[in-house]
């Protein structure tokens, strides 16, 4: 079972290549939780004996997106009885402490982490100052490198090699237990101050960021309304053509100003004359 959340594009295609692989139809994230209110505040799934669970998405300033958070605070498990279970995150550069805070998060419900594994894609964080996209050819460099990476981290999972920040494969004073856990190291991608990022920036980030709203829409819109189409939180609105963001929902995902196709939305000042981008394969 795969469960996905994607803003740009990266992590859907990582979910249907995961899925292509494993014969597993992915899951949207966002379209689940979309569902929650009629579904009386939860999700119920059934796991088979044999059924490996995958969750792929974005690093959100070094930890899990919102969504994702609040979708495993909603799920209801049928037949989980230690099945393996990854987490397969994108992400620009990368991921600090993401697969740690996963996994306290899955232990509430009683579900273990089993690895946890990470792939470079193009950057599209770009509602703050100092971040913007990858030029071309770093972005060019980044995805042709993805499915390489993807490849291994297929061949580690059928390998039983479990990859994460905190994740010790074997005994490393055997050498075949020293060469995977090298494996497994090169597979997540901790970066530098991971305590740092992924304790107080992405504390600030969820706490403070998140309750900013400041996109807009310029006078060169065309009333098309993919916007308000590709919103994961429905946050977006069409009123007499014209599209709105409701306050308090909005999850920062960059759906909405990456896709626009007449770069009309704007976040402030701070997306002036910046790049654009969403995954090559997205329709």
């Not at 939860?42 to 969504?67: A, C, I, Q, R």
């Not at 770009?126 to 390489?148: H, R, W, Y």
Request: one cysteine or more; charged letters at 20%.
């Amino acid at each position: 079972m795969i469960f996905y959340f994607t803003g740009t594009g990266n992590s859907l295609w990582v979910a249907k290549r995961l899925g292509e692989v494993f014969d597993e139809s992915p899951v949207s994230i966002a379209g689940q939780l979309q569902n929650l209110e009629s579904s009386g505040g939860k999700l119920p799934f059934t796991l088979n004996p044999d059924e490996k669970m995958f969750f792929v998405f974005p690093v959100h300033s070094w930890g899990v997106p919102k969504l994702v958070m609040q979708f495993i605070k909603h799920m209801q498990w049928k037949g989980y009885n230690s099945q393996p279970v990854y987490m397969v995150c994108t992400c620009g550069d990368e991921c600090g402490y993401t697969d740690r805070i996963l996994r306290k998060r899955l232990a509430r419900k009683g579900i273990t982490l089993t690895g946890a594994y990470s792939i470079v894609m193009p950057n599209n964080y770009i509602l703050m100052k100092g971040f913007n996209t990858d030029s071309k050819e770093v972005e060019q460099q980044k995805l042709a490198a993805a499915p390489g990476r993807l490849q291994a981290i297929v061949e580690a999972i059928n390998n039983h090699i479990a990859a994460g920040s905190c994740i010790v494969t074997g005994d490393v004073a055997d050498a075949t237990a020293e060469s995977s856990a090298k494996k497994a190291t090169a597979l997540y991608a901790v970066g530098t101050h991971p305590v740092l990022k992924s304790y107080i920036v992405y504390w600030l980030f969820v706490t403070f960021a998140l309750k900013q709203n400041k996109f807009e829409a310029t006078k060169i819109c065309i009333s098309c309304g993919l916007c308000e189409k590709i919103c994961p939180t429905k946050t977006i609105v069409m009123e007499e053509g014209h599209p709105e963001w409701e306050r308090g929902s909005c999850v920062q995902c960059t759906a909405c100003i990456h896709r626009c196709p007449v770069r009309a939305i704007e976040y402030g000042v701070e997306t002036w004359k910046k790049g654009r981008y969403h995954h090559p394969d997205l329709k």
